[in-house]
């Protein structure tokens, strides 16, 4: 079955350490994964997707098909990434796609 | 702002008593989709509307239905809540026939917290 695992509900951090959120899937296709973030009182809203292999607000994810994963990682954290993390697996449907979501990881960045 | 927007932001309602969450969007997508978020659980997909096709997730209760009168408009139905249906209730869009950028990504309403006495 197609699944996304966080295994970690809460990580906390001090600014400017590095953080590294983990995120595993199971997929029996080509994935196609992402990362959402929910900031306090927030809507959820993209971070970035393995596609585009780009850095958004100095975080990367790289997909590892080997590995199965899509881990998010940033060199030193800021207090403002304090916020909630999904990793999603994007699947076709019906014409369009959908999303299976992780159960998240809370991050705290500690001053 | 181009915008999901879910009203109210929190609901109350009386165990058996049908609610209606409802959500809108600015976006112009053709999909619109319903989550039910459980506290420290994931988002869960309940059913989408691609246009006017609804699409229903194998293990959505029948308890659970959704209307579309229009494509700015997605209404989820919860004819007789119960305790267990208390939750966070997230809609989301995309545009799958995008003609440029990627097709599916979603955007987020703030959600709708309903609580059932």
């Known amino acids: 079955a197609q699944r996304v695992t966080q295994p970690e509900k809460l990580l906390s951090v001090f600014k400017g350490a590095p953080v590294e959120l983990k995120c595993n899937y199971s997929?029996?296709?080509?994935?196609?994964l992402f990362w959402y973030v929910q900031y306090s009182r927030q809507r959820l809203q993209l971070l970035l997707r393995?596609?585009s292999r780009e850095s958004i607000k100095g975080f990367t994810a790289d997909l590892n098909k080997g590995e199965t994963s899509f881990h998010l990682k940033k060199p030193f954290a800021q207090e403002e990434d304090s916020a909630m993390y999904y990793c999603?697996?994007?699947?076709?449907?019906?014409?369009?796609?959908?999303?299976?979501f992780g159960t998240g990881t809370r991050l705290k960045v500690l001053a | 702002d181009a915008m999901v927007i879910q009203n109210p932001r929190y609901q109350v309602t009386q165990f058996g008593k049908p609610v209606t969450l409802s959500c809108s969007q600015t976006?112009?997508?053709?999909?619109m989709y319903w989550y039910q978020q459980k506290s420290s659980q994931a988002p869960k997909l309940l059913f989408h509307?691609?246009?006017?096709?609804?699409?229903n997730e194998a293990d959505t209760p029948d308890n659970f239905q959704s209307r579309r009168p229009n494509t700015s408009f997605c209404f989820l139905d919860i004819r007789s809540p119960g305790l267990g249906d208390a939750a966070m209730y997230l809609c989301?869009?995309?545009?799958?026939?995008?003609?440029?950028?990627?097709?599916?990504?979603?955007?987020f309403g703030a959600g709708t917290r309903l609580s059932v006495l």
């Open positions: 989301a869009t995309s545009n799958p026939t995008a003609l440029a950028g990627p097709k599916n990504i979603q955007y």
């Open positions: 997929y029996s296709g080509s994935p196609e």
């Open positions: 393995h596609i």
């Open positions: 999603a697996l994007s699947e076709p449907t019906s014409g369009t796609y959908k999303y299976i």
């Open positions: 976006l112009n997508h053709n999909v």
């Open positions: 509307y691609y246009d006017k096709d609804f699409n």
